[in-house]
């Protein structure tokens, strides 16, 4: 069974500063994907960055990158430069592409507040 | 381009009443999903529809759950009769392609009392 952690139920950046979001997995699968969505006070989630397990490179999306660490089944989110507009929630979400799985197992979520 | 839209925003009911949440996802986009998320636990994944057709319910609760997307645009989602432990935040999804990254909605927020 695929297992999305996200171990920071809070985090604090000051604005212009770099900050990381943790997200661990767990599957058993070789071929899956990896998401990042944020969610604004307003409701939506809003996607901001795709990592597929085959992928040699680290995504990267304008300030957003992810670190991904195969071995260790960690798909960090690190935001650089923050704004006080990342203040939202951020949730790491998992895809098993090998069984065709359409669905998304999502974590817990971190709220990000960026202080001015 | 307008994105996924759902309706209402937030809806109160009493315990045993129904409740019909509306998904309008971003036009063209054949695929469709539904989640949930229960206060203080992670997102949940209800649905998939494929057009019109349920590719995969294997996230539904229980019966009294049922979805529909006639002519596979729009979709509901019919909660009958509501329990207190449906209260949370429905999300609805929409993407061009499988596998692809999704357009989330804004949510509803379903309470029930």
């Known amino acids: 069974a695929q297992k999305i952690t996200q171990t920071q139920p809070g985090m604090f950046v000051q604005e212009k500063e770099a900050v990381t979001l943790d997200c661990t997995y767990d599957t058993s699968d070789q071929s899956y994907g990896l998401f990042w969505y944020k969610q604004p006070s307003s409701g939506e989630m809003i996607f901001l960055i795709y990592?597929?397990?085959?992928?040699?490179q680290n995504a990267t999306e304008g300030r957003y990158s992810l670190n991904f660490q195969k071995a260790r089944k960690s798909a960090n989110l690190v935001i650089s430069a923050s704004q006080l507009g990342d203040s939202a929630m951020y949730f790491c979400?998992?895809?098993?592409?090998?069984?065709?799985?359409?669905?998304?197992?999502f974590g817990t979520g971190t709220r990000l507040t960026v202080i001015p | 381009e307008a994105g996924v839209t759902q309706f209402p925003s937030h809806s109160v009911i009493e315990k045993g009443q129904t409740v019909t949440l509306r998904c309008d996802p971003i036009?063209?986009?054949?695929?469709l999903y539904w989640y949930r998320r229960v206060m203080g636990k992670e997102i949940k994944f209800l649905l998939h529809f494929v057009k019109e057709s349920k590719q995969d319910e294997s996230g539904m609760p229980n019966n009294r759950f049922l979805a529909e997307r006639t002519g596979g645009t729009y979709s509901t989602l019919k909660v009958q009769p509501a329990e207190l432990e449906d209260s949370g935040v429905y999300f609805c999804?929409?993407?061009?392609?499988?596998?692809?990254?999704?357009?989330f909605g804004q949510g509803t927020r379903l309470t029930v009392v």
């Open positions: 979400a998992m895809r098993d592409l090998q069984r065709g799985a359409n669905n998304l197992f």
């Open positions: 999804a929409s993407s061009q392609e499988q596998g692809a990254g999704a357009f």
């Open positions: 036009s063209g986009h054949d695929n």
């Open positions: 990592q597929g397990s085959y992928d040699e």
